[in-house]
């Protein structure tokens, strides 16, 4: 989702290309940007030069929106959030010790990756894409500003 939102105003930006670019399956990638898809989080365009593209802009996504969009678990407990953890008496239906630890875990876990933009992380990348650039240039003894 970085890759592709930071190839924003570009025109559509093909899966092929994040998949060589991230070295990530094709196939599972196209798994990923269905459930993004339907969830209205990025749009198709079909054709030639067709591609993906956000459905919002990138400060409008979080990533809590995402992880939900793609069914990934956001849980630290044993039980699924079940309250029939692991260790516990079954017929009682008892939680495990440490299950309130681990569900105020998953509270945190939500909160924060819902105050985090795809924005923030694009600028993020771009801060230390541009590091890398002084680094690079300072290395092979060009002092010239990037």
Not at 60 to 76: F, G, N, R, S
Not at 106 to 124: A, G, H, R
Not at 125 to 142: M, P
Request: charged fraction near 25%.
């Amino acid at each position: 989702m970085i890759d592709l939102a930071m190839r924003q105003g570009k025109g559509p930006v093909t899966l092929s290309g994040i998949s060589q670019r991230q070295a990530i399956s094709l196939s599972y990638l196209e798994q990923l940007f269905g459930k993004l898809r339907r969830h209205e989080i990025v749009e198709s365009i079909r054709g030639p030069g067709g591609g993906y593209s956000l459905a919002r802009r990138a400060d409008k996504v979080t990533v809590a929106d995402i992880i939900i969009a793609v069914d990934e678990p956001l849980d630290a407990t044993q039980c699924g959030g079940k309250e029939n953890c692991h260790g516990a008496d079954a017929a009682s239906g008892a939680r495990c010790m440490t299950h309130e630890l681990w569900a105020t875990l998953n509270e945190k876990m939500v909160d924060y990756l819902d105050s985090v933009s795809l924005q923030d992380l694009v600028d993020q990348q771009k801060q230390k894409d541009a590091a890398q650039n002084v680094v690079h240039l300072h290395r092979n003894g060009n002092h010239a500003a990037v």
